[in-house]
Each structure stands twice: as structure tokens, then as C-alpha cells.
């Protein structure tokens, strides 16, 4: 019914935790002295502690402050190995993972259709995930060098075009130093409209649609700096409409395609992408709900199912 955070299980024993009751449903994280606990489906009776080991430090006392364009973290915890984060950035979930590795610290970012990694030193575990999502959003102090990308391997034929990059830069979050080390993953396919090309690592759920592109290997080799926002520039109107949804009786998920023209290398082209939507049943009867560009917004609403046919207009634009 519980189990322990990876770092968490290192330690000696600082926290008990007695646990009653029925299934209700619902997880609570609980965090203590260095120990992550999840309690799943069950109701927490006694939490107390006992000293065991060094005093670890509070993750709460940084030096990396909660990026602007974040909420709160929902899950907040560290010790001197390494630190878990879930945080909500205007309406998109990311999850942080960073573990100690010598002096500097490995961290992975995992969003809906993204997933990037980070070296980072100069930093402390309490900082470490914090600083992840700063560089995920370079929002300032944040000062990158442009990518420097080499080919690790290619494919080409008339109709097809398909390759990977391997794509590194240093950066800095004021005294923090920074590596941006990922793989780009992505390919073009010929069809009777033009030329489709889609994004696959680092990214997903973004695809380009070219009228007036014939596959190449020179125009395959563009599309690695399009997937992360690279020489593309908006032109027009973005449009969304709803494509899926589904509910129970606490939760909605939704998602909306959406595109806009742009130009990419110079080349008109039209920009697809998926938006996930999310709404939760809170104990006021009201739905919570977020998405992307939006962030958070309440609905009140009868059920699950008017809620997400509400939300996924309002996260459309409608």
C-alpha cells in the first residue's frame, strides 16, 4: 500500500507511518526527514519521527527560486543523493528525477510528449530539480551557447527521409553550470498534399505540414531545428479543435490539435500539435482544470462529462 522513495531507502529509519482504514480512492506523499512516502488507497493514522543519522537539509531552503511561469510543486523532495520534483508550468506537468553522480548531479525531465536530460554542478541537491525546469524553460538568469549537433545516422530514399542528431551545449543558471545533452529524433514522408515531416525525440506530437517541399536530404536535415522551435516563425492565427476526451466520475482527459502557419528555414509551412487537457474533482464540487498556455482554471459543473466538454472549449480557444 506504500512505498519508500529511491534515495529515501538508503537512510536509516526516521519516520513511522501507521496506516488504517479503508481503500479510499486517493494518494497522499508524505515527506519527512529524508523519506518520501506514498500512501496509496489507505487513510494516514500516526505519523511520528525519530531521530536516526545526520539532519538532513531542507529542501525548501534554496537558492533557485520556483521558476515565474510555475505553480507550487505538487511533490518536493530531496536529500544529499539526489531530489524528486512534479511541478506545474502554465498548464503543463513535468516530472524531475535528478541523482548524484561525482560532483554534479544527472537529472531527467519528463513532460506529456517531451523528455530532456541535464548535467548540472555547481548546485545542491536542494536546487538541482529546480534549476532542471529553469533550463527547460531558459527563463532568466538562464544564458545558453547555441547547439552544436552532429548525425548519428541517416535514411533516404525518394519518398522518405528519416535521422538523429546528437545535440549538446553548455549554459548557466547564474552560478549554475549546465549541460543540455539530448538526441533529436525525426523524418519526412512524400503524400499527395506535400511533404509531412514529424518530430519524434526530444519531442513528440509535433509534426510540420510542407505544400511546397519535395523530401531532400537537405530539407530532412532542417527539421531537427523546427522540433525545438529552431529558424520557425509564426505567420498567422493558431486554430484548436478538440479531438478526444474521455471521464469518470473525479477526472477528465482531453486533447486538442492545433496549427498555425509558420515558416520554417524560410519555407511556408503549416505547424501541428497535440494539447493534453486534465480536470479533477476537487472536495468543493468544482472542477480543477489545466492546459497548456492556459494553466490552471475552475469549472463549476455537474459532472465529469459537462466538465471536460466545457474545459476542452475553453483550452480550444471557443
Known amino acids: 500500500m506504500f512505498s519508500v522513495g529511491k534515495h529515501g531507502a538508503r537512510r536509516a529509519l526516521s519516520v513511522l507511518v501507521l496506516v488504517f482504514g479503508r481503500d479510499s480512492g486517493r ?6 526527514s529524508g523519506w518520501a512516502w506514498h500512501l496509496s488507497g489507505a487513510l494516514v493514522g500516526v505519523l511520528l519521527s525519530v531521530s536516526c543519522g545526520d539532519e538532513e537539509s531542507d529542501p525548501h531552503e ?3 527560486p520556483i521558476p515565474a511561469a510555475c505553480a507550487d510543486p ?28 561525482g560532483d554534479a548531479f544527472d537529472c531527467s525531465l519528463l513532460g506529456n510528449s517531451f523528455y530532456f ?40 530514399d525518394e519518398d522518405s527521409c528519416s535521422a538523429a542528431d546528437d545535440c549538446t ?15 533529436r529524433r525525426y523524418g519526412c514522408a512524400a503524400g499527395d498534399a506535400g511533404t509531412t515531416c514529424t518530430c519524434h ?9 510542407m505544400p511546397d517541399m519535395s523530401v531532400s536530404e537537405a530539407s530532412c536535415a532542417d527539421v531537427g531545428k523546427w522540433c525545438l522551435g529552431e529558424e520557425v516563425e509564426l505567420i498567422g492565427e493558431r486554430d484548436c479543435t478538440p479531438i478526444q476526451q474521455q471521464w469518470d466520475i473525479e477526472i477528465c482527459l482531453g486533447q486538442i490539435e492545433c496549427k498555425e502557419p509558420v515558416k520554417a ?16 474533482l476537487t472536495s468543493d464540487a468544482r472542477y480543477e482544470c489545466i492546459c497548456p498556455e492556459l494553466g490552471s482554471f475552475s469549472i463549476d459543473a455537474e459532472d465529469a462529462e459537462s466538465a471536460c466538454y466545457e474545459a476542452i472549449d475553453i483550452c480550444a480557444g471557443g
Request: hydrophobic share 35%; proline share 3%; aromatic share 8%.
Open 27 to 32: 494518494s497522499v506523499w508524505v515527506t519527512r
Open 62 to 64: 534554496d537558492d533557485v
Open 74 to 101: 505538487g511533490t518536493r523532495w530531496a536529500d544529499d543523493d539526489g531530489c524528486e520534483l512534479d511541478i506545474d508550468c502554465s498548464g503543463t506537468w513535468m516530472s524531475v528525477i535528478c541523482n548524484a553522480e
Open 117 to 156: 536530460r541535464y548535467s548540472l554542478a555547481e548546485v545542491s541537491a536542494a536546487d538541482a530539480c529546480l534549476a532542471s525546469v529553469a533550463a527547460y524553460l531558459q527563463e532568466p538568469p538562464f544564458e545558453g551557447e547555441p547547439f552544436e549537433c552532429s548525425q548519428i545516422s541517416e535514411q533516404h
Open 169 to 183: 551545449r553548455d549554459a548557466t543558471l547564474g552560478d549554475v553550470e549546465i549541460t543540455d545533452h539530448h538526441e
Open 201 to 209: 525525440e526530444p519531442i513528440e506530437d509535433l509534426w510540420f505540414e
Open 265 to 280: 528555414s524560410g519555407r511556408e509551412a503549416t505547424k501541428h500539435d497535440i494539447v493534453e487537457l486534465r480536470c479533477d
